[in-house]
């Protein structure tokens, strides 16, 4: 429990992306610019009632350039603050905001603080702009506390414009709509209004005070999305298959989980599973889950060895299977987890 009287502080982590954007005189294109930028566009930072302090990235990028090192960065930062902090807001560009919130949610392990992601359409410098509306309301969330004194969110999440969504059930479903992002198969944790309305059933609850929060680095980067389209050739999908030194196939199917039924096919699957790469089904479809048994297609895949990621996000699959990989797991223990609910990322 948290001292209810005390002020919180809470430390921003500027990565990059549109929100910190600046139009270059020359190109006319848009590129990273000094956080100073931002504190001189928002000088409603300083009405807060609580202290925000900031961490820059040295060369701020644009999130097309992540990493699964910038993605240490931050848990490093994370880590380090975790105790002089009350939370954690992150501005990141959209395009890959999805995967690095469901990358943190699993390098983050007992995470009992809120580490809020955000960024925006419009560079903060803009008239229009959406990015004062989110910095704010993340910082809000971020020290949000209930009547108690204790953090209301903790876990991984994303804000943007009238949304908390948990951060590995997310994806980015617009380029150009305020409303970028969304959770298909979870409800949010918040919807933001006049006021801000937490969804108390929705939250996760796993992170345990108690406990110290234990950071992981390793991301093993040796996986691969297959993404399934009618008249897939056999020597394409065999190519990505005999990629050297991969350990893990993110297959996205059709529907409930359906896959061609050519006989070139199941056979190039079952190889692969048989050589020991973990491969994981899951549906193109933004919402739902794959069945694995409701129809003969899928029924062919599961009995070659595939495992079901269930209602998993892409973003939250990949980001899942590199970690496991990455904390050393053989493939029988990494099909496991895969299926396991660990941080709120799949249906149980
Ligand atoms: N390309 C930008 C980025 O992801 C887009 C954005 O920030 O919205 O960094």
Redesign the pocket.
């Known amino acids: 429990m948290q001292n209810i009287l005390s002020r919180p502080k809470i430390l921003m982590i500027y990565t990059?992306?549109?929100?910190g954007m600046k139009e270059n005189p020359v190109t006319k294109a848009l590129e990273p610019f000094d956080f100073n930028h931002l504190l001189d566009n928002v000088p409603k930072l300083k009405m807060l009632d609580f202290d925000v302090e900031h961490y820059q990235f040295e060369n701020p990028i644009?999130?097309?350039a992540m990493t699964p090192e910038h993605w240490g960065e931050m848990v490093k930062v994370i880590e380090d603050n975790y105790k002089k902090y009350d939370g954690f807001v992150v501005l990141h560009?959209?395009?890959?905001m999805a995967y690095t919130a469901s990358a943190l949610s699993f390098m983050l392990e007992n995470l009992s603080k809120p580490v809020i992601i955000t960024?925006?359409?419009l560079p903060i410098g803009e008239v229009r702009t959406d990015g004062e509306e989110n910095l704010i309301t993340a910082l809000q969330i971020a020290a949000a506390r209930d009547g108690e004194g204790n953090h209301i969110v903790r876990e991984v999440a994303i804000l943007f414009e009238n949304y908390l969504w948990r951060g590995n059930r997310s994806t980015k479903r617009s380029a150009d709509n305020f409303n970028a992002f969304k959770s298909n198969n979870y409800p949010e944790l918040a919807k933001i209004g006049l006021g801000i309305s937490f969804n108390k059933e929705a939250l996760w609850k796993g992170g345990d005070p108690e406990k110290p929060l234990k950071a992981h680095y390793e991301m093993d980067c040796n996986v691969i999305f297959i993404d399934l389209f009618p008249g897939i050739k056999e020597q394409s999908v065999r190519h990505m298959l005999a990629t050297p030194g991969i350990k893990g196939v993110v297959l996205k199917t059709f529907g409930a989980g359906n896959g061609p039924n050519s006989q070139w096919f199941i056979d190039a699957i079952k190889e692969t599973v048989e050589k020991g790469i973990i491969v994981l089904n899951i549906t193109q479809c933004n919402n739902g889950s794959v069945l694995p048994f409701r129809y003969v297609t899928g029924l062919d895949l599961a009995n070659a060895g595939v495992i079901s990621g269930h209602d998993l996000t892409s973003e939250a699959a990949i980001t899942k299977m590199m970690y496991l990989l990455g904390r050393g797991m053989n493939a029988d223990e990494v099909k496991d987890y895969m299926e396991y609910n660990l941080r709120g990322e799949i249906s149980s």
């Open positions: 990059g992306g549109t929100i644009d999130s097309s560009g959209t395009d890959t960024g925006s359409q």
